[in-house]
């Protein structure tokens, strides 16, 4: 296939990849809002619970672009996304979009929740300095990811395995129970290496960049409200003058 072979089923991965983070992030920053008690604080069982619900909400409602995806990536046949939807809308009905889902919310739930959890646990242990640093926030993405990854990897094995259409598992265990039995119990780590050098520099940048772009916003607030104080006191002056 050429060098394109390496790229093919990226522009679906794209399209995903925007909705779902921008869900995924979105929703754990309201998720931390309602969860947070009566005198603001959040603890870390509800930072825990906000991590993996925003993980859920990101999952089911970009779900259906990753399965294209996948199937784009791993069938020669499939040329196009709309030729894969229809394909599979025709062949394995609406609902075989959603194959798999089971697994992947079991594993994203977890996933995200050690992933956003350690993260802000790592900055608030940081030096004061550090905090406030990019650098900071990086190294603490960093840190999280790797902890998040090699505890949920093998759910998202599990995950691929059953939305692929040349094998029919029953549920999870099975799948597991199947796989093992050919390959051993450490098959849910097949591919583990590829993906921590994808998975840590776009997650520790991810991380790293939300963090400084809410930075941004709140300092942009912050010069607002005093913008806004000093053209309200300016026009009081005036007014006394006149």
Do not use: W
């Not at 394109?4 to 909705?19: D, E, L, M, S, T």
């Not at 646990?121 to 650098?135: I, R």
């Not at 993405?141 to 759910?155: D, E, G, N, R």
């Not at 583990?192 to 400084?212: E, G, H, W, Y």
Request: hydrophobic share 45%; with cysteine; aromatic share 12%.
């Amino acid at each position: 296939e050429g060098l394109a072979g390496y790229f093919k089923g990226n522009v679906p991965q794209v399209i995903r990849a925007i909705p779902y983070d921008a869900v995924r992030l979105c929703a754990y920053e309201a998720f931390k809002r309602a969860l947070r008690d009566e005198e603001g604080n959040l603890s870390v069982p509800a930072r825990v619970f906000a991590g993996a619900f925003a993980g859920m909400t990101s999952t089911f409602v970009t779900y259906p672009l990753d399965t294209i995806r996948f199937r784009l990536a791993v069938d020669p046949t499939m040329r196009s996304m709309p030729q894969v939807v229809s394909t599979m809308m025709r062949n394995e009905g609406f609902f075989s979009l959603y194959k798999g889902l089971i697994p992947s919310l079991a594993g994203i739930a977890p996933y995200v929740a050690i992933n956003f959890t350690a993260f802000d646990l790592l900055k608030k242990a940081m030096p004061a300095d550090l905090q406030e640093s990019t650098a900071g926030s990086f190294l603490a993405a960093f840190m999280s990811t790797t902890m998040a990854t090699v505890c949920c990897y093998p759910l998202d094995t599990l995950r691929r395995q059953m939305q692929m259409k040349t094998v029919t598992y029953r549920n999870i265990f099975h799948a597991y129970q199947s796989m093992s039995a050919q390959s051993g119990p450490f098959c849910v780590y097949r591919g583990f290496v590829p993906n921590m050098l994808k998975n840590l520099p776009t997650n520790s940048i991810r991380l790293a960049s939300f963090d400084a772009g809410k930075k941004l916003i709140i300092e942009g607030n912050e010069v607002y409200s005093d913008l806004q104080v000093e053209v309200q006191a300016s026009s009081q002056r005036q007014s006394a003058v006149c």
